[in-house]
């Protein structure tokens, strides 16, 4: 498990039309000290961004309602917003890993355990 520390103080956007798996993954980062922010949707997820960045990380489900969070993120990337991101996906498309890619993410696929989650937040937030 990751040190609540790694994560202390970093602003996080966590975003999935699962409601069960949204609180999870903040309930997680949370706990290992993240500032959690939570989307049920890409319409939110772009809204938190604007009246609520800056995020230090954002961790996003790539399939969702109105707007993919890969979508989602290229417009974050258009209008100069940097930060980490990482993309949660179950869908085995053969473009997936490359579409990721395309706006520097980190893809994890699920299901995936919280533990990895949690090392992949803090190894892309000792960064900053």
């Given amino acids: 498990m990751v040190?609540?520390?790694?994560?202390?103080g970093a602003r996080v956007l966590v975003a999935d039309d699962d409601p069960q798996l949204l609180e999870s993954v903040a309930e997680a980062?949370?706990?290992?000290?993240?500032?959690?922010?939570?989307a049920t949707n890409g319409a939110q997820l772009i809204?938190?961004?604007a009246d609520h960045g800056p995020f230090d990380l954002v961790v996003t489900d790539i399939a969702m309602p109105w707007m993919s969070g890969v979508r989602?993120?290229?417009?974050?990337?258009?209008?100069g917003l940097g930060m980490p991101l990482v993309?949660?996906?179950?869908?085995?498309?053969?473009?997936?890993a490359a579409e990721v890619k395309s706006v520097g993410a980190t893809l994890l696929r699920k299901p995936f355990a919280l533990g990895e989650l949690e090392s992949v937040a803090a190894k892309l937030l000792a960064k900053r």
Avoid: C, P, Y
């Fill in 72 to 79: 989602a993120m290229r417009a974050a990337r258009t209008a």
């Fill in 87 to 96: 993309v949660m996906t179950a869908l085995r498309d053969e473009g997936i």
């Fill in 3 to 8: 040190e609540a520390t790694k994560l202390s």
């Fill in 29 to 38: 980062l949370t706990r290992v000290g993240a500032d959690v922010v939570q």
């Fill in 47 to 49: 809204e938190h961004m």
